[in-house]
């Protein structure tokens, strides 16, 4: 764990700069009407959960390089996450992948994470890959698919599966289950696309219809992989079908490499805002396809966009729903991956706070297309990380982050501890 006295003690030389910095940038939003005030006290607030199968190295088809200390047990994952939210006081919430994370013990594991300070964010199931537990031994296989399949068996252990990540949540103290498929086809003609669908629609109305009172569940859509035909859940129409026909505490995630290339990822969540079906977000960035990149690395615009559209669809505030980071570590260190990451998510949510809705709307409304497009880049070219770093400060975090990881040697301790040839589970 990295105590709070040492980051205090890494703090202190840089508070006179910051200092300077926060002065300068307060000036900078109230000669434009924005408090800034009320930007660091709604950052303190925003919550963004980490997936246990982020803490380790990722990898393709081609290999996987682990860097070492990587957590080897669900426990060593909540204690990583710890660190993370003791250094950005944002972090504070783990989401479970099972059967990668399924305890033996889950009130041990629970009060485990109570112990750090880390809450169990939504859970998440995996259809995509046989497990011995939910597919009878082997005699039954998801390899055609789990909710779509055409053996009606290996659709009842796939629902079974589903509701057992929801009792295992429940006694987590989760409140939502996450559900993202592989069902598809590879080449045509190899399904019927409808009665894919319509098996499906029908394996997610079971599930719901399992979940305990005050609980979620969320339609998670992409386009392609691993099938490259079809996906049943290709896009957010076919997502939001599936959640109005699973029931009404059922909602569309928006994960951000989930999309084609170019896709209008803001619009996507203003529409699925707009029905009232917009359940969370898995954040990242990509380049070509599902990439799993450094949230925010590739397209800084388009992150900002989608946070101006989501307080758009909360009246001014951020919605209620869930936030996660979801990436691939292939070549970064995982943490130091999740620490810029949770930086620059929020960087766009302060750039969006900082804009003038009514000099926008007034835009909008006299159909000046310079004039709003000079509105929004205003609120994005302005530098607002000396607010992230007031808000981390309050909380007892660090101003820099990735410089104070690096600098308690967190990583070399893991790796004495774990081993050099830990790895973590997952793919």
Wanted: contains cysteine; glycine residues 8%.
């Amino acid at each position: 764990m990295i105590d709070r006295d040492r980051i205090d003690d890494l703090n202190r030389p840089l508070l006179d700069a910051h200092d300077r910095d926060v002065d300068h940038l307060a000036d900078r939003l109230d000669r434009t009407a924005v408090d800034f005030e009320g930007v660091v006290e709604t950052l303190r607030r925003l919550r963004v959960a980490v997936p246990s199968w982020a803490l380790g190295t990722g990898g393709t088809r081609f290999g996987r390089f682990p860097i070492g200390g990587e957590p080897r047990t669900t426990e060593e994952k909540i204690d990583d996450i710890a660190v993370l939210d003791a250094l950005t006081r944002a972090n504070g919430a783990v989401s479970l992948h099972v059967p990668w994370d399924d305890p033996r013990d889950p009130a041990a594991l629970r009060e485990h994470a109570a112990q750090r300070g880390v809450a169990f964010d939504a859970m998440n199931s995996n259809t995509f890959q046989d497990n011995p537990q939910t597919t009878r031994d082997g005699d039954l296989t998801y390899k055609f698919g789990s909710l779509a399949n055409v053996d009606a068996a290996v659709r009842e252990v796939a629902v079974a599966h589903n509701q057992h990540v929801i009792d295992l949540g429940d006694e987590l103290g989760s409140d939502a289950l996450t559900v993202w498929l592989a069902d598809g086809t590879n080449h045509p003609g190899q399904a019927d696309l409808r009665d894919q669908f319509e098996r499906t629609a029908e394996g997610l109305k079971a599930i719901h219809d399992h979940l305990p009172e005050g609980w979620r569940m969320f339609t998670e859509h992409k386009p392609f992989e691993p099938a490259f035909y079809s996906t049943v859940n290709q896009d957010w129409g076919s997502s939001l079908l599936l959640a109005q026909a699973a029931g009404e505490r059922a909602s569309c995630l928006v994960d951000l490499g989930h999309h084609l290339p170019n896709a209008n990822i803001e619009q996507v969540v203003s529409r699925l805002a707009m029905v009232g079906r917009l359940g969370g977000f898995h954040f990242n960035d990509s380049k070509y396809g599902d990439d799993d990149l450094t949230t925010g690395s590739i397209k800084p615009f388009q992150l900002f966009l989608i946070f101006n559209e989501l307080l758009r669809a909360g009246d001014g505030s951020l919605p209620e729903l869930a936030y996660m980071l979801d990436q691939s570590h292939n070549v970064k260190d995982p943490l130091e991956d999740l620490l810029q990451s949770t930086e620059a998510l929020l960087l766009a949510y302060a750039q969006a706070l900082a804009i003038d809705r009514d000099a926008l709307a007034e835009a909008q409304h006299a159909n000046d297309a310079a004039r709003a497009q000079q509105v929004l880049q205003d609120a994005f070219r302005t530098d607002l990380r000396p607010a992230l770093a007031e808000a981390r400060r309050r909380d007892g975090g660090a101003l820099d982050p990735l410089a104070t990881f690096r600098e308690v040697g967190y990583r070399a301790d893991t790796i004495a501890e774990r081993g050099s040839g830990a790895a973590a589970t997952g793919l």
